[in-house]
């Protein structure tokens, strides 16, 4: 049976990577094997513990956890690392607990706690680490989401003197990205500890709004207005669409709010050559003011189809 994650830390669903942090320091200090000698139950909650934070402290992983479930993040299962016999004690390579901060007096660090506690029973204090992802926002227009987009951005760090320093990386934005779409580039994060790799960098897509097209996944929706006598007589009129304009033939009798679809005029697919469609929908103006001519006309036709006329 799948286990929920947040309620494996004691938190809320959503919450913020403070919180999982805080979270994770309280259950793994609370549940180290090496704390329940023997005790099977206590070492399978650790694993769940790590395989939790695993998870929910990854932006990608905890997203595709939020939206699809353990399934996505590739299934159950505890630390891989290393076994628990033989008086060997946990190792705690493999976890980064770099990123924790104490809220005891001086500001130590909890990695510094934990591997205090780790080396009374054997552990690595030096052990390689990960180094720190990163995170960066990036706006891209309605068009660069649907056809993709190169795109430099300036990432600040830390140097290795301790002063920050930046750096143009370039990133490829593939066509059908969305809102909230994250784009990972391994490695691109803050540089390892103890010779451990690089971390790596998360662009989050923000795409901006356009003026006369509405994204819904794929699929892109606009409207087109027609007067009365096209929709009653029928038309052909010319749309706008992300590959162009296109004609788009209205039939007699088209009553207001009907929906025609251009397929395969919508955005392409994510990793894929086929393209979703475009929906219009048809919006009929009533004439406000008429001419006298005009006035006639539609007493005429009103008289001509029964229908009476007032005025």
């Given amino acids: 049976m799948a286990k929920d994650y947040y309620e494996i830390l004691g938190i809320q669903k959503g919450a913020g990577e403070a919180d999982v942090k805080k979270a994770y320091r309280k259950q793994a200090m609370e549940w180290h094997p090496d704390k329940h000698k023997g005790d099977k139950a206590a070492e399978e909650k650790f694993k769940e513990i790590n395989k ?19 399934s996505a993040t ?10 628990y016999g033989g008086g060997a004690g946990f190792n705690g390579a493999g976890f980064d607990f770099s990123g924790f901060q104490s809220n005891f007096g001086d500001s130590q660090g909890f990695s510094d ?18 180094g720190r992802n990163l995170e960066f926002e990036l706006r891209v227009t309605f068009e660069e989401a649907a056809f993709g987009v190169e795109k430099e ?44 790799p ?11 709004a356009h003026k006369e097209f509405v994204r819904n996944h794929f699929d892109v929706h606009s409207n087109a207005e027609i007067n009365a006598l096209q929709a009653i007589l029928g038309s052909e009129i010319k749309v706008k669409t992300l590959h162009g304009e296109v004609t788009l033939k209205i039939p007699a009798g088209t009553q207001p709010g009907k929906v025609f679809k251009l397929k395969g005029y919508g ?8 393209k979703a469609d475009h929906f219009v929908k048809i919006a009929v103006a009533i004439p406000t003011k008429l001419s006298k001519k005009e006035k006639q006309l539609y007493q005429e036709l009103a ?9």
């Avoid at 939790?52 to 353990?70: I, R």
């Fill in 52 to 70: 939790a934070y695993e998870t929910l402290s990854d932006p990608q992983k905890k997203t595709m956890y939020d939206q699809f479930g353990e």
């Fill in 74 to 83: 590739g299934g159950a299962g505890g630390y891989g690392g290393g076994s």
């Fill in 113 to 130: 706690i934990f591997e205090a506690f780790f080396t009374g029973f054997g552990g690595r204090t030096n052990a390689p680490r990960k």
């Fill in 153 to 196: 951005l300036m990432v600040t760090r830390p140097g290795r003197s301790g002063e920050k320093q930046s750096e143009n990386i370039k990133v490829k934005i593939p066509a059908g990205v969305d809102n909230e779409s994250v784009v990972r580039l391994s490695g691109k994060g803050d540089a390892g500890v103890n010779g451990g």
């Fill in 198 to 208: 690089a971390g790596d960098l998360y662009v989050h897509i923000r795409v901006a």
């Fill in 267 to 274: 955005v392409r697919k994510l990793h894929s050559d086929e």
């Fill in 303 to 311: 008289k001509e189809s029964g229908k009476g006329f007032w005025g």
